[in-house]
């Protein structure tokens, strides 16, 4: 049973590597989880490690719209992490899967 929750949780860490990125985060119970982003074509953080996530929202970006559509694969979709606060994106991150493991 997945009983992930993005909700007042925060990102904790940011690493990527070429083709994924792995983030840190820990959830409202102060349960720790690793979320994966696979085939990653861009990421975009604004200040985003040790900040509160209200949600990740899978909406059209100006940050996509920047990218040449000929790198996009045709799954690729952008993941907008936004802060529990001011309902901003702190982190963008365009890729074509995402999963979350209990670490």
């Known amino acids: 049973m997945n009983d992930f929750s993005i909700t007042d949780g925060t990102i904790q860490k940011i690493t ?3 083709g994924k990125l792995s983030i840190d985060f820990k959830d409202w119970k102060e349960d720790s989880w690793t979320l994966i982003f696979e085939n990653l074509i861009a990421f975009q953080s604004i200040g985003a490690e040790g900040e509160e996530i209200a949600e990740i929202s899978m909406q059209k970006s100006e940050f996509l719209e920047n990218l040449d559509q000929d790198d996009l694969e045709q799954d690729s979709k952008s993941y907008s992490f936004l802060c529990a606060w ?9 890729a074509s899967s995402f999963e979350q ?3």
């Not at 001011?86 to 991150?93: E, F, G, S, T």
């Open 101 to 103: 493991i209990k670490s």
């Open 16 to 18: 990527s590597l070429p």
């Open 86 to 94: 001011y309902q901003k994106p702190v982190l963008i991150v365009i």
